[in-house]
């Protein structure tokens, strides 16, 4: 009979693939589903950002309720959270309805992202660690490889709709292999729950994003923006603060005088804020100037997608014999490289422009996930692998909810400029340009061409092309100066030191509760 610990790899990459391939299946289908449920350009944005934000706001919660009530049964109740999310967002009936089930299927994912590399942790040791974290990420870029064609393929032939549906049967299957096939584990210094520091880091998160977003629906002086970034930044200061002075905080801020740990979170947020927040952007592309279908815009983000599975086969094999400054760091100097190989794009420009870029970012994020899962943990004392793991997942999400709400308010702030330069000698649009760029920038260009006099028309298309072109032009640009950043930073900060520091034992054990030494701290 099988092993335990090979069911808990099971259970934890079986839930792993359900998040992920929800996660690429999504960016594909949301053209779809703003026409279905006449949703706005901001509406698609709360679509990833409420799921994201979820995720930020509850993995240091999740880990710390692993740590004091099992890391199994919390895993279980986060895939059923998933699992009937997932079955409400499938029959949303409106974008409130669709965005508040992304929130909840958030919740349902922090949890599961929080509990299970700390399972991992805690099944697997020395090179079947590495193993297993390897496995790991050849699921990751797996689930990466088939979402676009998958939801290309489930939202031509039935809806956008059933890309949520199918994780019903997948989250049924994963929670039967945890209740019947895994081994429970705590940590022997759980933590109390801190309430004051889940509610000012939620409300903080919360609040910054939307006032990206709601600066991208109108400009950056709009007063509702500029309270939501001044909050925002407020509520996150005060949250520093709190986890400072608390004797358990939900985050540890000692973990920040590990390097490596600095590391693996900068690299963390810079790989989700940079590529894979700009698949959001590209699948608009495709569907909106290019006017692919949603399959066949699966199928062309599918070569990004191939490229990243064999990137990820491979650096599952390596990762027990290369060190991970070297796979993070030069994986997200090839992502910088990709983006930047992307932009350039023209009015004239086929997706076939696109195919060098997405080959080598595919390759760039294989190398960096494998080895970022196991960066996060392998730093920290076990007691401390569930908060570890939260705190990477946290950096991992706010580059996405961070990425997806400020590259969408710079790409609606670039399309709103043009339209204003554009119609500022034609007095009969020069009042309307906001009412037509909002249009352009929800992938409305063919009504906002019918609402303008004839003559007109050829004129606010060539704008709405132009503010597109540029627009993704200025995205690409920006995502690769994250990535690059990104990965100098890994390649200086992440070190072997670390994880021997981790690995040697600590007579400081037998503190108590709350108490015990993060690795390498001094």
């Avoid at 069911?7 to 693939?17: A, H, N, S």
């Avoid at 393929?153 to 709709?161: A, E, F, V």
Wanted: glycine share 14%; with cysteine; aromatic share 8%.
């Amino acid at each position: 009979m099988m092993e335990k610990k090979w069911w808990t790899l099971l259970g934890v990459c079986g839930g792993t693939f359900m998040l992920l391939l929800d996660t690429t299946i999504v960016y594909v289908v949301m053209p779809d589903v703003q026409r279905d449920l006449n949703a706005s350009f901001a509406d698609l944005q709360w679509v990833i950002d409420g799921y994201a934000l979820a995720l930020a706001s509850f993995l240091l919660t999740s880990g710390t309720l692993a740590d004091r009530f099992g890391r199994k049964r919390l895993y279980a109740i986060g895939v059923a959270l998933f699992t009937v999310a997932s079955l409400l967002c499938g029959v949303a009936q409106s974008p409130l309805m669709l965005i508040m089930s992304r929130v909840l299927q958030g919740v349902g994912g922090s949890v599961m992202f929080a509990t299970g590399l700390a399972l991992l942790a805690g099944s697997f040791q020395g090179k079947e660690r590495g193993m297993a974290f390897g496995v790991w990420g050849m699921v990751t870029g797996l689930a990466s490889a088939i979402g676009p064609v998958a939801g290309g393929l489930i939202s031509s032939g039935i809806s956008w709709r059933g890309i949520f549906l199918v994780n019903v049967p997948i989250g049924v299957i994963v929670a039967l292999i945890i209740a019947l096939r895994v081994d429970e584990s705590k940590s022997p210094f759980a933590r109390k729950l801190d309430y004051p520091g889940f509610v000012l880091l939620t409300g903080g998160l919360a609040t910054l994003v939307y006032g990206l977003i709601r600066a991208g629906e109108t400009e950056w002086s709009d007063g509702r923006a500029v309270t939501g970034l001044v909050v925002g930044a407020a509520l996150l200061l005060a949250f520093l603060l709190v986890e400072a002075k608390s004797e358990q905080p939900m985050f540890d801020l000692r973990l920040f005088r590990i390097p490596t740990f600095v590391g693996g979170s900068i690299a963390a947020f810079a790989m989700n804020g940079s590529l894979f927040a700009m698949f959001l952007f590209l699948a608009i592309y495709f569907q909106e100037a290019l006017n692919y279908s949603s399959l066949e815009t699966g199928l062309r983000l599918l070569t990004a997608s191939l490229s990243m599975l064999v990137a990820s086969l491979i650096a599952g094999r390596l990762s027990a014999k290369v060190q991970p400054r070297y796979m993070i760091g030069v994986g997200l100097l090839l992502v910088g490289a990709a983006l930047l190989l992307m932009s350039g794009i023209t009015e004239s420009s086929g997706w076939e422009h696109f195919i060098p870029g997405l080959v080598l970012g595919g390759v760039g994020a294989g190398l960096v996930n494998p080895p970022l899962a196991s960066t996060a943990v392998g730093v920290v004392d076990f007691s401390r692998s569930g908060m570890a793991s939260g705190v990477n997942g946290t950096f991992r999400q706010l580059g996405v909810s961070a990425g997806v709400a400020v590259l969408g308010s710079t790409f609606a702030g670039v399309i709103s400029d043009r339209f204003r330069d554009g119609l500022r000698g034609v007095p009969e649009l020069a009042g309307r340009s906001d009412q037509l760029a909002a249009l352009t920038r929800g992938g409305e260009t063919g009504e906002a061409v019918r609402l303008v006099p004839e003559q007109y028309g050829e004129k606010v298309q060539h704008i709405a092309t132009t503010g597109f072109v540029d627009g993704l032009n200025t995205l690409l640009a920006v995502s690769a100066g994250l990535a690059l950043l990104g990965g100098v930073l890994a390649l200086v900060l992440i070190r072997p030191a670390d994880f021997q520091a981790a690995q040697a034992p600590k007579p400081e054990a037998k503190d108590a509760p709350g108490q015990s030494p993060v690795a390498a701290e001094s």
